[in-house]
């Protein structure tokens, strides 16, 4: 299906791909109304009147998915032909290059007591604060190896390993849990590739912990994700367009740039974002703007935080449609519900909308129920870009 | 995905497949409604509005599954790529032990009259005169081959041909209709062992036809559905679990023993069933529990017979609930309407519900038509093991 995408694929209208991250939710228990539910949207039900609704699954139906695999699904990559491992996204993120050869993981600073992980996110640290750190932590050399080291926000760093004869098939250090010690890393394979990236990452470990000997909350680091840059088709060459993404947080747009997309400055405030949106209009014909709070208010459990974030870019939306784009996308890239705290499976409500739409005229507007009676139906997230693609007039027919 | 799923899963809390074997329906010409919207069913509607529905395709949209195939679908085993023949079943169903060599095919007793095929079922004797039929017919010897017999319900029994350089790859000698003479086992691969096992099977029938020779109805033999063991990974291996299965018809039980599911004592009522349930909770973390009669009413196309026995579950949902699975999963394997008399490919109406449930409030009760409007949407019956072991917390987050 993605080769067929690419060979039908034709230049035609702009397209906003409007990503409110973990949109799909659970019921209140009070009211039976989830999160997108309970929301004030005045302008996405009257967009969804006059545009179409369905559920997508951005894996498959039970399948939770983390932010990489759910935004390859959206980009029309298949997440699990595709995986790339958070190393890679967090050093996309912040801007690191990454050569063929080079190995990235994730840094969590956390906190150690007696040998055992109490805390993994050490309290989960200002920004300054990490990045204090990771510039003492910079002083660190290990023989024939070069490391370099950048802070994210708040407790997160990432660590790229540049050399000779790494490898990326290593376990994590993180144990995923307090209360036990930090995990060896070891080798996944039995190249000797694979054996020296282990012990250079256990070595900087040990030198980590010297360094910090003397710090508290912050006195230890576990690592993820080791991964390579893995070697994706662009935007430009899948969908003939010319992308630009605009997202706050550097996760997102790090992925963004696996596929081939210019960042721009995104701001710090929704409305921000829509200003750069509106300023960039001219540049580029295909634009993915992604929104956190939404994800960050569900893993804290907090549901009336997550209905004022979606009504936030509900009061952005006429600005959206004041650009008049050929075709609009707007989604979650999984659903994070307020109860469940976390990522969940939950299918996840959708909505395009362009001139070329069903009308859904009779919907109560933009909703999970709506949207499982939605016109568009029940899809996978990896067929929503050619449907968006379709909206917008740049598919061709397929055969004669 | 099988992969992915077997990747991700974790433990986590209990979980119930409740199938009412057929339960998809049709609509009743006077009232429009199928026998599933018939049934007085309280508790599966309430259990609905607080859960979710959709509906599921056994095998693909137009299929229609045999039991095999319907039930590998439900379990999450590809039912394309694991077809498991009748004989194995039936073997299975009954207990006999079944060697990598062996091959094993079904038998109806059958009714002929001058050399044809007058009723395939022989007029569906008793249990007993199956039971008696098969014993005469133990004295059968051939040479070189080592025959096993044993009696199921009814008409039916199985054979297992034991012995050096036997294959499953041979036709059936049952015509599928009356008014013709039974047909010969032919060989459909050209292998010598495919000629040496039609030519035994060939010869089984002429003795069996030389013993039953002044019996009547039951005076020959239809043998289908010839094959070998299949070699697939069972539940604990897939999916963690230690699963057990309820089932009164033995093929059920067979089938789940495929899948290396403990086979628990059914008795012979419903009610029974839900008495083994509640006595095995604490031993298992995963319950198959399979009604038969809904499919039997279909097959006789008696509505108001698959309608009560729809009401006998539904009166047994309380005990169910009572135990508090972490997740239940209430469906059939295929449909089998009343006025269609026959297995169906019509989609199948499923209802999952679990703490993290998207509420269907507003639905009209557990249906073809609610379903069909359900969060859950349309999915394949593969898809349904995911959803059930998310619903119980038990898959692991896919990639960072």
Not at 23 to 41: D, Q, W
């Amino acid at each position: 299906m993605e080769e067929l995408v690419q060979q039908l694929a034709t230049p035609g209208g702009k397209m906003v791909l409007l990503v409110l991250d973990g949109l799909g939710g659970l019921p209140h228990p009070e009211t039976g109304k989830t999160e997108l539910e309970t929301a004030r949207t005045p302008n996405l039900d009257a967009l969804a009147r006059k545009g179409s609704l369905g559920l997508h699954d951005p894996v498959a139906p039970g399948i939770t998915p983390g932010s990489g695999p759910g935004h390859l699904g959206l980009f029309g990559y298949d997440p699990v032909k595709h995986l790339v491992g958070r190393g890679v996204l967090s050093a996309l993120g912040v801007g690191l290059e990454l050569g063929p050869q080079d190995v990235a993981a994730r840094i969590n600073f956390a906190s150690m007591k007696d040998g055992v992980i109490v805390d993994r996110r050490a309290g989960r640290i200002p920004s300054e604060e990490g990045a204090r750190l990771v510039e003492k932590l910079s002083q660190i050399r290990l023989p024939g190896v070069e490391i370099e080291l950048k802070a994210e926000m708040q407790h997160r760093a990432v660590v790229v390993f540049r050399g000779e004869g790494l490898s990326p098939h290593v376990t994590d250090s993180d144990p995923q849990e307090t209360g036990v010690p930090a995990r060896r890393v070891e080798p996944t394979s039995s190249e000797p590739e694979a054996a020296r990236m282990a012990e250079v990452a256990n070595q900087f470990i040990a030198e980590v912990n010297r360094v910090l000997a003397d710090e508290w909350p912050a006195n230890t680091v576990l690592l993820r994700g080791f991964d390579r840059m893995p070697n994706l088709p662009s935007f430009q060459e899948r969908y003939g367009v010319n992308p630009a993404v605009i997202a706050v947080y550097p996760m997102y747009r790090g992925l963004a740039r696996l596929v081939g997309m210019t960042v721009l400055d995104a701001g710090q405030e929704i409305s921000d974002e829509f200003d750069r949106l509106e300023a960039a209009w001219n540049d580029f014909d295909f634009f993915f703007v992604h929104v956190k709070p939404t994800d960050s208010a569900g893993e804290d459990g907090d549901f009336d935080r997550k209905v004022q974030v979606i009504e936030e870019v509900d009061a952005q939306i006429p600005r959206l449609l004041k650009l008049e784009p050929a075709a609009i996308l707007v989604t979650g890239d999984h659903s994070t519900p307020a109860l469940f705290r976390a990522h969940s499976w939950h299918p996840v409500p959708f909505l395009i909308a362009s001139q070329w739409s069903r009308w859904e005229n009779d919907c109560e507007g933009f909703g999970e129920r709506a949207c499982s009676r939605g016109q568009l139906g029940r899809v996978r997230a990896v067929d929503l870009m050619p449907l968006l693609l379709a909206h917008a007039g740049r598919l061709k027919k397929f055969g004669a």
